[in-house]
C-alpha cells in the first residue's frame, strides 16, 4: 500500500495507461492532488485519470526507494503532469523539431580559440544577472521558443547590462515563414534568424498566449535584437562547455526521457537517448563533490515548465557524456 506526503503531493513515472482498482487508502491524497492542481474531469473520465495517477505515483516511490539506496543519483516527484501518460505529456509539454541534417559549422576558427582558454570549474550566468525568472509554455509545443529568448535575453543583458523578458508569443506567431509551427513545434535557431531580420518584442509588449495566433509585431517597438547565431559542432560537448563559459548561455536540444517528475538531483538516466524533442538553455555547469572528491559534473538547464517543475524550474543533468544528446543540436545568436 502506498502513503503519500502532503509535501510531497504538492511538488512529486510510471507511463502505461493501466486501468486498475483504485487504492481507498489514497482517496485523500488524490482529493488534495486534484485540488492543489484544480483538475477537473469530464463525466466518466475521472476513474482513468484516478489510474494513471496512482500507477504514475507507485513510480515514483519506487524511484525514490531506490535512489534512497544508491541507485539513482536524482529524485523524481507528483506534479500536474501525474494524470497523464508519457505519450500525452510529449506530445503537450515538448515541440522541439528534431532536424537531422548535421550540417557542417562554419565558425571551426571562432571554437578554436575559445577552445584555447581554460575553463572555470563552475560557471552559473543567473549569478550574473543574464537570466530571466523562469516561465511557463503551458500546454503549447513551444519550448523552443523559450529557450530562444533566454539565450536573447542573455544576449541583450551582455550588450546593455538591462534584462528584458522577451516576447515568446511573438516568435509563436511570426517566425513560421522561417520554419517554426506555433504551437506544434520548431527549432531555436530558426527562431534566432527571424529575429535576425525582424527584431523581437518584449514580452510586455507582445504577451504569452500559449496558443498560435496571428503575427502582430511592432517594428516601431523592438526590444531586441542579433546579428546572427551560431550552432555548436554536433555532439561536441567540450566546445559547448566553452561557449557556456565564455560566451553565455546556449539553447539546447535534448530527448525528454523520465523528465515528466524529476525533481531533483542530477539527472543521468542511461536510457535518454539524442532523439531530440525538446529545447531547454543551457545556463551553466558544475561538479558535485563528496569527502573532497570530484563525483559527478553537470549541467544547469533552465526549463519553461514552471516553477513547480525540478528544481525550482531548472535541471541538473550528467555532463560529460552528451547525456540526452544535448550537444547534438546547440545554438546561440551573437
Known amino acids: 500500500m502506498l502513503h503519500l506526503s502532503v509535501a510531497a503531493l504538492t511538488g512529486l513515472v510510471f507511463l502505461t495507461p493501466l486501468v486498475a482498482a483504485q487504492d481507498p487508502a489514497l482517496d485523500n491524497a488524490w482529493n488534495l492532488w486534484c485540488n492543489t492542481h484544480s483538475k477537473v474531469y469530464a463525466k466518466g473520465e475521472e476513474g482513468h485519470r484516478r489510474s494513471l495517477w496512482e500507477s504514475n505515483l507507485e513510480k515514483i516511490e519506487q524511484h525514490n526507494r531506490e535512489a534512497a539506496q544508491g541507485k539513482h543519483t536524482y529524485r523524481l516527484a507528483m506534479n500536474r503532469f501525474g494524470d497523464w501518460t508519457d505519450e500525452e505529456f510529449k506530445q503537450k509539454m515538448t515541440g522541439f523539431r528534431f532536424n537531422q541534417t548535421r550540417q557542417c559549422n562554419d565558425n571551426a576558427a571562432i571554437f578554436r580559440k ?11 550566468w ?16 513551444s519550448c523552443w521558443a523559450f529557450s ?3 539565450a536573447l535575453e542573455a544576449l ?8 528584458v523578458s522577451l516576447s515568446e508569443q511573438n516568435l509563436v506567431d511570426c517566425s513560421r515563414n ?21 527584431g523581437i518584442n518584449s514580452e510586455c509588449t507582445y504577451p504569452y498566449e500559449a496558443k498560435t495566433g496571428t503575427c502582430r509585431f511592432n517594428g516601431w517597438d523592438r ?16 566546445v559547448l562547455e566553452k561557449v557556456v563559459a565564455f560566451v553565455g548561455p546556449v539553447s539546447v536540444g535534448v530527448n525528454t526521457f523520465d523528465f515528466q517528475f524529476y525533481h531533483d538531483g542530477i539527472y543521468n538516466h542511461c536510457q535518454c537517448g539524442d532523439h531530440l524533442d525538446h529545447a ?8 558535485e563533490r563528496r569527502g573532497g572528491q570530484r563525483l559527478v559534473d553537470y549541467w544547469i538547464l533552465k526549463n519553461s515548465w514552471g516553477l513547480a517543475w525540478g528544481i525550482h524550474g531548472y535541471m541538473k543533468m550528467q555532463k560529460g557524456v552528451n547525456r540526452c544528446g544535448i550537444a547534438e543540436q546547440a545554438s546561440y545568436p551573437f
Open 126 to 141: 543567473r549569478t550574473k544577472g543574464y537570466v530571466t525568472p523562469v516561465k511557463d509554455q503551458g500546454h503549447c509545443g
Open 178 to 198: 522561417g520554419g517554426n509551427e506555433g504551437c506544434h513545434g520548431g527549432l531555436p535557431s530558426n527562431a534566432f534568424e527571424y529575429v535576425q531580420q525582424n
Open 280 to 287: 531547454m538553455l543551457a545556463v551553466g555547469y558544475g561538479f
Open 114 to 124: 575559445l577552445s584555447e582558454r581554460q575553463s572555470p570549474d563552475f560557471v552559473d
Open 148 to 150: 530562444a529568448t533566454g
Open 156 to 163: 541583450h543583458f551582455k550588450k546593455t547590462k538591462r534584462l
Open 223 to 238: 526590444a531586441a535584437t542579433c546579428k546572427g547565431h551560431r550552432k555548436i559542432p554536433p555532439g561536441n560537448e567540450k
